[in-house]
């Protein structure tokens, strides 16, 4: 059958005809939406009454009246229409959470509070369990409307806790937002209590009991319930340890707010003295500091404040006697009526406050100290720090003196602390008790102190050093007061322990007090002081026996032999000493015996003697063997020491021995300064610690020079040509990573040391040796050798060798020669122009190593000088004059080269590409 959607008529016959067509009442629903509410409500009932298990039918029905409904009165019959309509949807579609939801929210926009709490009863009673969580939602959300009684929510959330215990937080908020403290406070107690609640917003066990606490002390006035609060704020002190701070403070301020201050000032004292951390010290000290200033200032600007009567007088009368009346000298007994306290004015209770404050400010470093020592109890500088503290408090009160407060306090430590977990060194505390017992009270008391320091002898310590510091400490007491003797004693009592033997001292368990170098020093000191030189002698020898013995403890023994003229057995110190300390600590003893013994005997009559000692040091030397493969690898030695000692053997030779071993003991000093250059600058490329005072090449051409000086004054100039070509074939050889430690300008300053490149070093010598040629006439030798060494010398980095070439030129050459030199200084300076410079770093950028780049850099020079000696040998066969033969130095350059790129080969590990510096050209 066919119907017209738009007619009525026929929609309403179809309907009559098949009244269960769902379809044709949405039709008619549809065609109704332009006519009246009553027609529409009409169809609608129609239609739910044809076919009332439609949840699409109600739905359009209750949607339709809640609109028509909005915004009119919670009285108009209309409303009471609507609400009836949603309970008769209920008796067929009571499953359905959405018309549930609808009809609550409905209730609650006209404000019906019981019919709105009935309705979601209903939906919890209708719908399974399952659902319930969607009904829970609006449930809480309308518990929470202003409109809805403090007491109706109550019991809405108590409901959904059974359920939900975790919601209790939530619960606890909106009781703190309306002020229901008591309440919270309950509530949140038996949510401690529950062993297995856990908490929704993440909080722990001890985060909820501060919530607890903050609120109790917050609101002590509103919260009934909660049987002695005060209570159980100190239970949550017991329980948590590291919010102890947090907890006293809530407890205080529990009953200031109940004007308590009393009993707030005794928490405040309680709280600082069971704090076991400085952090919760200091935050209970400046709470009470600022409840006293407030009160102090409350007294000053208005008065003093009311006090509850009937609160004093429940008070017994020791309770009643506080801080104010021991201030005042009135403390009563239990049988004075109370009566007998006599009330303070107000400007005294002001000055009492004033003076509480100030005592509570005066005594925080005590406090303080307290706490730092309850939280470590084994911190032995804190327990000194204390008697300082102590010595320093002039609070009254007290009726202890300083002193005996002090003895107590040592007697706390001692027998607090642990020696194995100990921080600091116990005898500290033995030292400082017995100091204080030194001095006590502005009088000498040895005596005591003498007990202090036997009872400290006879105890426990964590080594031998602590009680070796505390007998020297003795014995020092004892020199203070001019008492020699006894502190020698001490000091034969302290050592009576040592082993007679090295081999027992290898097997003797003792506390180790005889290891101290510190005692025993002081007791040679003594020994030498007070008593004989036999006495002083057996000291230092067990000192050296044992091994113990410092090299400047050993020269003052050798000194002191000297001083008695017992100048063998010094010297007999002197040679135990160099076999008993390696290099460098047996510098200093190998010089001193030396002048020694020069000075005592001379050379004359022992030069065979002097010589054997020197070959000994010579040998000893860590640069004369094989360094890498000698036992005594790790041993080094000072580049001043090797120096003075060469030098000064070499003086003695010349002197009282034969002219030609001083010279050969200066090239053996040539090769040792060398030797100990690659030695060092081996250890900077290995990345270990820099020495001091390192050779360098500077160090080098010194000693060419004294030997050169030395060896022209005997044997004349023209004998010196070999010491120069081999110092400059030294220098020249240097390898690269030495001279990349220079700067541009051929020197660099290195922790105070100034290093010189080996280049400018031969530089600087072949100007010397040139000067030599010049005053021998040897005016040719001289212009070769500076031809040779030009393409080594940047004229802008050396301009001293080219200003010393010009004026040799200036007075013994010619036009041509002069010309020849400018041409030379060109080409020199062309090839270290900034070309070359970028020419280099970019073969440095392809891969190439910096002994590559040098080599290449050198090749090009040499090349260049070929050149340039082909062009000048054919303009002088031109002229017929005789070209002059290659000079020694000369020939001495070439082969070095040729030596210098076998050693770069062989000798130098490659660098990487981290290591090399691509703004450097070495040549």
Known sequence: MIVDPTDKAEIDDAISKDPYSLSMWLTLINLTNEDPWEERQAVFERAVSTLPGSYKLWRMYLSEFRKVTKGKAHNDPLVGSAIEAHERSFVFLNKMPRLWIEFSSYLMSFKFVTLTRRAFDLALRALPITQHHHIWRYYLEFANKPFVPPETAILIYRRRIKLQPELIEEFYEYLISNDMFDEAAVTLIKFLNDPYAISATGKTKAQLWLVLCDLIAQHPNEIHSVPDPDLLIREAISKFTDTQGKLWVSLANFFIRQAHFERARDVFEEGMKKVTTVQDFVLVFNECARMEEQLASAMISQGVPHRKKNRRAELSVKERTTFEDILNGVVPSDDEPQHAIKPLSSKEQQALALDRLEYLVGTRSLRLSDASLRQNPYAVGEWIKRAILIAEDKTPFIHDSIGVRQKRMF???????????????????????????????????????????????????????????????????????????????????????????????????????????????????????????????????????????????????????????????????????????????????????????????????????????????????????????????????????????????????????????????????????????????????????????VCTAKDILHIYVVHVARYSHFFGPTKTRPIFEEGIRQLMSLPAFVRALGEEKGEVTENGVELRDGVSCAIELVLQYAKMERTLGEIDRARSLYQQMARFANPDVIPAFWDDWKQFELRFGDTDTFKEMKRIQRTVQGSFSSSNFVQTNLLAAKGITEDEVAKKALSVATDLEQKELARRRRRDEQKGMKVPEKSTVSEGIAQLRQQQEETMLKDEPPKTASNQNDEEIDL
Request: aromatic content about 10%; overall charge negative; proline content about 3%.
């Open 411 to 693: 007697e706390d430590a001692i027998e607090t602390i642990v020696p194995e977990q100990a921080v600091g060194r116990l005898s500290d505390v033995w030292i400082a008790y017995a100091r204080v017992c030194e001095e006590r009270e502005g009088e000498k008391d040895i005596p005591s102190a003498g007990s202090v320091f036997r009872r400290a002898t006879k105890a426990h310590f964590r080594g031998g050093d602590e009680m070796a510091s505390v007998w020297c400490e003795w014995i020092e007491m004892e020199l203070r007061h001019r008492r020699y003797i006894p502190a020698l004693e001490l000091a034969r009592e302290a050592l009576s322990s040592a082993p007679s033997t090295t081999t027992k001292a290898l097997h003797h368990k003792d506390n180790g007090v005889w290891k101290s170098l510190q005692l025993w020093t002081l007791y040679a000191d003594l020994a030498e002081s007070f008593s004989t030189l036999t006495e002083c002698r057996m000291c230092y020898d067990r000192m050296m026996e044992y091994q113990i013995i410092t090299p400047l403890v050993l020269l003052n023994y050798a000194a002191l032999l000297q001083q008695n003229n017992y100048f063998e057995d010094s010297f007999g110190v002197y040679e135990k000493g160099i076999h008993l300390f390696p290099f460098p600590q047996s510098e200093e003893i190998w010089q001193s015996y030396l002048l020694q013994f020069v000075k005592r005997y001379g050379v004359k009559g022992h030069l065979e003697r002097v010589r054997e000692m020197f070959d000994e040091l010579f040998t000893a030397l860590p640069v004369r063997a094989s360094f890498e493969n000698s036992k005594r690898k790790g041993e080094e030695v000072s580049v001043d020491f090797v120096r003075k000692v060469y030098v000064m053997a070499s003086q003695i030779e010349e002197e009282h021995g034969r002219i030609n071993r001083a010279m050969v003991l200066l090239a053996d000093c040539e090769k040792a300064l060398v030797t100990l250059l690659y030695t060092q600058q081996s250890r900077f490329r290995g990345g270990r610690s820099k020495e001091k005072r």
